[in-house]
């Protein structure tokens, strides 16, 4: 494990919005300042998501939890999204944001977090894996683009 620097660990506010964005474009998912501002606005408005950052002389790092309500399966939680910048991973931060996530679950009352991760990412895999997730099942996605114009 690389060495492992002060960082704390917060709610994510609006004006993360551009750090957010670039973070995301490490893991191919790039956004604009302005789009991450409106996605950041939607979801720290609905208790039912919660967003936090690694920061370290910067954000370092981000999370996004929410709950997951279904007719199906009980109330559960679902880390919808994680990021840590290459530059800092194995310093024990993307550890520390999963554990504020697996937090914020249990005070929502979830028996239950769940993670999706795509099939090529194996250190993906092992980190999790590392800290008592295990594969459940395999599936498949499937898009559908929708017009949204009136």
């Keep these: 494990m690389k060495e492992q ?5 917060r709610k994510a506010q609006l004006n993360d919005a551009a750090a957010i964005g670039l973070l995301s474009g ?3 998912y790039p956004a604009t ?3 991450m501002k409106h996605r950041l606005e939607v979801l720290v408005s609905n208790p039912q998501n919660a967003v ?3 920061e370290q002389e910067g954000i370092v ?4 939890v929410s709950t997951v309500e279904s007719l199906e399966s009980a109330l559960s939680a679902e880390i919808r999204g994680l990021v840590v910048t290459d530059s800092h991973r194995g310093t ?7 554990a504020e996530a697996e937090k914020w679950a249990i005070d929502k009352h979830c028996p239950r977090i ?3 991760t795509n099939v090529v990412r194996a250190e993906a895999h092992a980190f999790y894996a590392k800290l008592g997730y295990r594969a459940k099942k395999t599936q498949d996605v499937f898009d559908k683009l929708l017009s949204t114009a009136g």
């Design 26 to 28: 490490e893991l191919g």
């Design 5 to 9: 620097q002060y960082v704390s660990i």
């Design 92 to 98: 024990g931060i993307g550890t520390r944001l999963v």
């Design 61 to 64: 790092g981000w999370i996004h």
């Design 114 to 116: 769940r993670v999706r």
């Design 52 to 54: 936090y950052v690694a």
């Design 33 to 35: 300042e302005k789009e």
